[in-house]
């Protein structure tokens, strides 16, 4: 069955540190790979995706993610992370249909 | 208002009653999204509406019965709900309904608590 999986449902770090939020999905010939951030009160929110090319893709807010095919994975990273960057982030794949598959989430909690 | 906007945000109701959610979007989109966010769980896709029809409906019980009268509006009515259905859900929105192609903007969500 296509499922993606995030281990972490919570990761605590400091301010300033660097942080790596796991995401894994099952094994496809086409794959599309998202993050969504959701902060407090909001709705979810596109922060980065890997449609083709390039492996390493990256948002506006110093987030990057990488396609690795061989381990079936997208990890996001942050090398410096701030209080602000405290949500709960989402892993999601499609595989070529109207359908986007969600991981269960999760909770980056930052602290000064 | 910009992007898509979801009303009530709270809503308590009790497993008799009928009440209805709402969205709205204000991008000029075709496609918009129910789902279904629980705690610890997945977000569940629920239904998805292209160009106001039904394209997909992922089984969801008959106590949800959604309505897209045209493009940037969507409800979802509720009737004789279930404490389990307790949950965020949320709207969303995308030019198209290939998800690869098409970024889905979503709502803040409706938290909906069943006594």
């Known amino acids: 069955a296509q499922s993606v999986t995030q281990l972490d449902s919570q990761v605590p770090v400091f301010e300033e540190a660097p942080v790596e939020l796991r995401c894994n999905y099952s094994s496809s010939v086409s794959v599309y790979l998202f993050w969504y951030v959701q902060y407090p009160n909001q709705g979810l929110q596109l922060l980065l995706k890997y449609l083709s090319g390039s492996t390493l893709v990256e948002s506006i807010n110093g987030f990057e993610a990488e396609f690795n095919k061989s381990q079936t994975s997208f990890h996001l990273r942050k090398p410096s992370v701030h209080i602000s960057d405290t949500a709960e982030y989402f892993c999601?794949?499609?595989?070529?249909?109207?359908?986007?598959?969600f991981g269960t989430g999760t909770r980056l909690q930052v602290f000064p | 208002e910009t992007g898509v906007t979801q009303t009530p945000r709270h809503l308590v109701m009790g497993m008799t009653n009928k009440k209805s959610l709402k969205c709205e979007q204000h991008?000029?989109?075709?496609?918009m999204y129910w789902y279904k966010q629980s705690a610890k769980k997945p977000l569940e896709l629920m239904f998805v509406y292209s160009l106001e029809e039904r394209v997909e409906n992922n089984s969801v019980p008959s106590r949800f019965s959604p309505e897209c009268p045209n493009s940037s509006h969507l409800f979802l009515h509720l009737h004789t709900l279930q404490p389990e259905d307790s949950a965020l859900y949320l709207c969303a929105s995308s030019s198209g309904v290939l998800a690869s192609v098409h970024t889905q903007y979503f709502g803040p969500g409706t938290r909906l608590t069943v006594l």
């Open positions: 991008l000029g989109h075709n496609a």
């Open positions: 999601a794949v499609s595989y070529n249909t109207d359908k986007l598959i």
